[in-house]
């Protein structure tokens, strides 16, 4: 099943028209597609890559495998409870988190060719990229360009870093178990030799093969699904894990802010509204369960 490609610098061309029916059409049907022509710098990317791999390889890979969950992998595991994943989460906006990773300064930064400002930079270019798609689905749904941008603001920025180490026994244990994602637009650098990702579509786990072409994939989260009243579609997925390799992921969010309010225009017919930290707050104990159920609890909630 060949994944759609959207092509961003399409969106303003002379095949505008064909562009935005295709972004329509693979957000109402797909809910995740890779997007070329984006305007990321691509030797920016790899710098990215590089720092993460190296930040890995350095600090987090030996507690990783001296971990419980490493050291008693076997029969016993549970794999409905635990993810065989080394992962960080980088704030960028409203604030920052950098301060609370030490090791992640501009001396290791240098140490690995990968100036101080890299994260930022490429977190810049890539918000760009999300406020474009965010354009397109807001004309898609019948409203107003700047829609989705006016109601996240503003938004939430954050990057969640993650390895997901080979595995000895990759029957016994997910990477990252089945799930939908809770923010608005997810933007994903991941490997490019390792696979793993897989999202479900049709009765079928799709698998997100690597790429070296520089396309950055995307996903949406469940925000979109709700405010466009189920037009589009937030996706399940899971990363499987592998005997060989450690595969990269450098997801970010571009999710509204913790106080936007939450709900399809009157155009779109969805009851009740909601402040988006009160969805996350009960997603935290439901993220790994049923999203149609969570999506009901959630209308009657905010519905009365």
Avoid at 64 to 82: Q, W, Y
Avoid at 135 to 152: M, P, Q, V, Y
Avoid at 207 to 236: A, R
């Amino acid at each position: 099943m060949e994944i759609p490609v959207i092509d961003l610098k399409a969106l303003d061309g002379e095949k505008r028209t064909e562009a935005m029916a295709q972004l329509h059409e693979t957000c109402e049907k797909w809910g995740f597609f890779w997007v070329k022509n984006h305007g990321i710098d691509e030797s920016l990317m790899e710098k990215v890559k590089d720092f993460v791999n190296c930040h890995y390889e350095k600090h987090l890979e030996k507690s990783f495998f001296g971990s419980d969950l490493a050291k008693v992998l076997g029969p016993k595991t549970n794999p409905s409870e635990v993810d065989w994943e080394s992962t960080y989460f980088l704030q960028h906006h409203p604030k920052s988190n950098i301060e609370d990773f030490p090791e992640i300064g501009a001396k290791f930064r240098k140490f690995n060719q990968c100036d101080s400002e890299t994260v930022e930079i490429y977190i810049h270019q890539l918000t760009k990229v999300a406020e474009k798609l965010a354009e397109g689905l807001s004309e898609n749904l019948g409203l107003a360009k700047d829609h989705i941008k006016k109601t996240f603001s503003p938004p939430f920025i954050g990057t969640k870093i993650a390895k997901y180490p080979h595995c000895p026994d990759p029957e016994l244990v997910f990477g990252l178990r089945a799930h939908t994602d809770a923010g608005g637009i997810i933007l994903l650098l991941q490997d490019d030799t390792v696979p793993g990702l897989e999202f479900y579509k049709d009765g079928m786990w799709v698998p997100v093969t690597p790429n070296k072409d520089y396309k950055i994939f995307v996903n949406l989260g469940d925000q979109v699904e709700i405010m466009s009243n189920g037009i589009y579609k937030s996706i399940l997925h899971r990363v499987r894990t592998e005997k060989e390799g450690c595969r990269l992921s450098i997801a970010t969010f571009y999710n509204p802010g913790a106080n936007a309010v939450i709900k399809p225009d009157a155009k779109l017919l969805y009851p009740g509204g909601y402040q988006f930290q009160e969805y996350l707050a009960y997603y935290q104990g439901t993220k790994f369960g049923d999203k149609a159920a969570r999506f009901q609890a959630i209308k009657q909630m905010f519905s009365k």
